[in-house]
């Protein structure tokens, strides 16, 4: 594992080539202008989650809302959104293959439904996308997966591993040429699902559950912002994705599912699920690597992996993190909203240039 330019690193600099961040929430609108660029700072490429209401299922929904991100943008940032088709029961293989054909899209994205935040149109069986995953398969379209199941009955601590059983493991069975994301995994079962799959499943890990167990839901009372989905799990669970993370197997890669919500929805009687984590994404996955003696890993988990497994060149500039003393603060103001940052009121030890 090399960087890109080792001789420029010492123990207080690292330079790493440009990242990318395989999975995001930008939003759109007000929410839009604000965090598009705290992703664009950092990573060069983005997978852009096609959640809104109503949910991007057409080329031209994706196309539209590629133009309003690029828009939401100071003049000269050099970002490229990757969009992403929202699966349906419903949704035509034609519209999804004209999309990635025409670069408009680069994946599909499953929601199981009512798995997460505007997934109510997602999928309520996956048989039902048979001809849609043929296509996909045939063209060389991965497909990135909210992996929960949703059956009231599993308990919610257990629904990735149940998915990966009952959903997953049948599906890359059924299609054996089809490019898979396990996305944000959460539990050592997912690890070594992933580990032991073919290279054509990968899976992205989040920055927080690298450094959140359930046991932080609870700290001294009830802890909204630290409340996403799937939703975090045991230590030995987490200890399981911080050694996937560092071990420079080239099918675990960042994705950090940052997803923000206005304050007062997160602080709710029935707050939303999801961490706000752009702010400091890089940092907060320095400091992660650092703890586990794994620097050098860092640039090919950020930079590397993901490309590789889309297909896709290497970015060409580098990044430069500092060590130095960098406090999160307790909250970023937008436009008539407040959104709590991950690692909000603790201070990191790494700052982006
Ligand atoms: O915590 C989450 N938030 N998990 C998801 O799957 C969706 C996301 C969101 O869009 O808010
Ligand atoms: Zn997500």
């Not at 995953?133 to 045939?138: C, D, G, K, S």
């Not at 009830?222 to 099918?251: D, F, I, M, T």
């Amino acid at each position: 594992m090399s960087n890109a330019t080792p001789s420029r690193n010492t123990e207080d600099t690292l330079v790493l080539r440009r990242p990318d961040d395989w999975h995001v929430h930008l939003r759109d609108g007000s929410m839009l202008e604000l965090v598009a660029d705290l992703t664009a700072r950092q990573f060069a490429r983005a997978i852009v989650m096609p959640n809104l209401t109503p949910p991007v299922t057409t080329v031209a929904a994706a196309a539209a809302y590629r133009e309003r991100i690029l828009a939401a943008l100071p003049p000269g940032r050099d970002f490229t959104p990757l969009m992403t088709a929202y699966l349906t029961d419903s949704i035509a293989a034609d519209e999804i293959a004209s999309g990635f054909e025409s670069g408009v899209f680069t994946a599909c994205k499953l929601y199981p439904a009512n798995a997460t935040t505007n997934s109510a149109h997602g999928v309520t069986d996956v048989r039902n996308l048979h001809g849609v995953l043929e296509r996909m398969q045939a063209i060389g379209m991965p497909l990135l997966v909210h992996g929960e199941v949703t059956t009231p009955e599993v308990d919610i601590f257990d629904r990735e591993a149940v998915f990966i059983e009952r959903v997953l493991a049948p599906l890359l069975e059924d299609f054996p040429g089809l490019k898979v994301v396990l996305e944000h995994i959460t539990t050592r079962d997912a690890v070594a699902f992933v580990e032991a799959g073919p290279d054509r499943l990968a899976a992205t890990i989040t920055a927080h559950h690298l450094r959140l167990d359930r046991n932080d839901l609870f700290v001294g009372g009830l802890r909204p912002h630290a409340y996403c989905l799937p939703v975090v799990k045991r230590r030995q669970h987490k200890e399981a994705l911080r050694a996937a993370a560092a071990s420079g197997n080239p099918k675990f890669f960042l994705g950090t599912d940052t997803a923000p919500h206005q304050r007062q929805d997160k602080e709710s009687a029935c707050g939303c699920a999801g961490i706000f984590s752009a702010p400091f994404a890089i940092e907060s996955y320095a400091e992660t690597f650092e703890e586990l003696g794994a620097l050098d890993r860092l640039e090919a988990f950020a930079s590397e992996f993901g490309p590789r497994f889309y297909g896709l060149p290497l970015n060409e500039g580098t990044i430069t993190l500092r060590r130095e003393h960098n406090p999160v603060p307790d909250s970023i103001q937008g436009d008539g909203f407040t959104l709590v940052p991950f690692h909000a009121g603790e201070s990191l030890s790494w700052r982006l240039d």
